[in-house]
């Protein structure tokens, strides 16, 4: 039994933080909450921890520097079999001592009675995974790849009928004859191949910077404080999902329906940015609005595996608003999903896919990644990066929003310097605003005409609340009539968007409600992409 327990201390988990003692009872009320303390390994425990902790650097360093590292090697006449032999030896003998190390830590972590403790509801976590049982293992803070699953696609899904993924949208393949198209596809050969290797090297990571190993270590003290925070102060559920591509996603989970009120009873699922996690991202805002909130991190982010490609974003999504629906008991009509920056992929899919949502926000999204990209690429590199964006990460935020039919509202940062063409200074190379001409141009195409864009665009090249208010007032927008308008043309239809209303309307009656109406689904944040949204700018979008 001895030899067993310490054998699981070897292959155990790393131990980061208690926050609070298995055995306490659950304190009522936020001010009567014990902290919890970061976990204090013996001095056996501590320095084995640090060597192998320093050998999994080295990894690191070397698997990201070893195309250089292998040039070298090459040019210097080391890969060669007198030369590999014994680096193989020096390699072995590193292993074997690496392994000692690690025996070293195990028999530490044996003699510490809280990772015994750990180690042992671990165990019987995974025996027999019932409520109380999960109750004590959230109350530890450990490598995400050993905490057992809470809840699987399979639940709800047929298996059969799931493992290719969620369906997105494809881009429109080019009309060709059939020998046209066997030739340019002969011929678009090294093009499919150089797309792929850029895709899934310093391109992936070039998209979402947060799934590269070493800036998540650099940040892991930062993202173990934020999600002590979570736990501790708002008694948040640390959970693990399994997608249907077999990706683990890593979930929090703050309730707050126990509070009464109707912002209470409303779920905010938020979607991160390109390097942001659950535990420092934008889960905040809404927390501190006083909604019952749902962060995840992306594929390859913290906790979560994977890569964070299309595909495998929408399966995580689908699988974590099924988690909401099926585990935490959520109706879709009670689901509000908040995208920051590149989320908006995630989010405009969940609308387009589960159209009984209720809600969706934008904050400093885009229409479409292909402009961003060509943006920051060299123009001789055009043709390749379109076929790559278009084949391997094809965000397109705009086409899958227009298929949702409820409220929306967009965040436009004023002095964003990422999301812009141009640059901070130009807020009309915002892509922001291109989002919401082709939603305001799909939604009310009678409205939306050469003027009506015209005017809009105006007003969208206002900086500040002071020449948006001019722009404003000096088409002299009556808002009381577009309401009545519009109210009045939903009465008499029971139909979907797009609306045919402004058919038969005066070119200053179409300019007025395009105005309204980009008012009503536009909000402008004056600050920076990275900027916290505060929770006095986190509104619910407009309702008719």
Known sequence: MAGWMWLRCILGPHLQRIHRSPDQSRPEGRAGRRQGWTYQPRSLEKHTGSILGWASALWSLSYYSS?????????????????????SQYLGTVLVC??????????GRWKNSEYLQFITILEETKKDHTAPNKKKVRCYDFDFSYWPSDFSWTEVSNPKLSKAGVSLLKPEPRLRGAADSVLNSVR????????????HSFGRRMLY???VGLLQKAMRPMLQQGQARLIEEFDGQRNKIVACDGNEIDTMFVDRRRDGGQKSQTLVICCEGNAGFYEVGCMNTPLEGGYSVLGWNHPGFGGSTGVPFPQNEANAMDVVIQFAMHKLGFELKDIVVYAWSIGGFTASWAVMSYPEIQSVVFDASFDDLLPLALKVMPDSWRPLVQHTVRQY???????????????????????DEIITTKGPEDVMSNRGNDLLLKLLQFRYPKIMTDEGIRAVR???????????ASVYSGY????????????????????????????????EGRRQLA??????????????????????????????
Request: aromatic letters at 12%; proline letters at 7%; one cysteine or more.
């Open 67 to 87: 195309p250089l590292l292998l040039c070298y090697l090459y040019r210097k006449g080391y890969i060669c079999s007198s030369k590999l032999v014994p680096v």
């Open 98 to 107: 690496l392994l000692g190390v690690a025996c070293l830590r195990g028999w």
């Open 188 to 199: 678009t050969v090294p093009c499919h191949i150089i797309s792929f290797l850029i895709a």
């Open 209 to 211: 910077p947060g799934s």
């Open 393 to 415: 990460m094809n965000l397109n935020n705009a086409e899958q929003l227009v298929k949702y039919q409820g409220p929306v509202l967009l965040i436009r940062r004023t002095r």
């Open 458 to 468: 105006q007003w969208l090249g206002s900086s500040n609340q002071i020449e948006e």
């Open 476 to 507: 002299e927008v009556d808002d009381d009539w577009c309401v009545s308008v519009l109210q009045s043309y939903q009465a008499d239809r029971d139909v979907v968007f797009p609306w045919s209303v402004g058919e038969d309307m005066t070119l």
């Open 515 to 544: 105005l309204f109406l980009a008012r009503k689904y536009m909000r402008n944040f004056e600050t920076t992409h990275c900027t916290p949204l505060p929770a006095s700018e986190f509104h619910p979008p407009w309702r008719l």
